[in-house]
């Protein structure tokens, strides 16, 4: 079991930045899959990024590559996304997710794979 927490989330201008962190507990130690997800109104689940926590990769969709980063720190208690040059496209509320195992390209995006969700934490960009 793993357990999930978001915080970070607010409302900032268009061409702001916020961080976004996902405190983890419970069985941290297991390799997993962590991926950021977001939801806006009226809109499907959108997978954000991902991060393999045994250090295989990070993956991002194509709308945030060069603006968002996926991070963990070292103990892997914390997942974190930067989020930089944020645009009013970028709104919605965003999740953390682990999905045990390893990342792949195919399979990071899809939320029905992570077993492990938080609450999350809204984020607002206004222009």
């Known amino acids: 079991q793993v357990h999930l927490m978001e915080s970070g989330g607010g409302s900032v201008q268009a061409g702001g930045s916020l961080r976004l962190s996902c405190a983890a507990s419970g069985r941290t130690y297991y390799r997993y899959c962590m991926g950021w997800f977001r939801q806006s109104p009226g809109k499907q689940r959108e997978g954000v990024a991902a991060?393999?926590?045994?250090?295989?990769?990070?993956f991002y969709t194509d709308s945030v590559k060069g603006r968002f980063t996926i991070s963990q720190d070292n103990p892997k208690s914390t997942l974190y996304l930067q989020m930089n040059s944020l645009k009013p496209e970028d709104t919605g509320m965003y999740y953390c997710?682990?999905?045990?195992?390893?990342?792949?390209?195919?399979?990071?995006?899809?939320?029905?794979?992570?077993?492990?969700w938080g609450q999350g934490t809204q984020v607002t960009v206004s222009s």
């Open positions: 991060l393999d926590n045994a250090g295989a990769g990070t």
């Open positions: 997710a682990a999905d045990p195992g390893a990342c792949s390209s195919a399979s990071w995006p899809l939320d029905y794979e992570y077993n492990y």
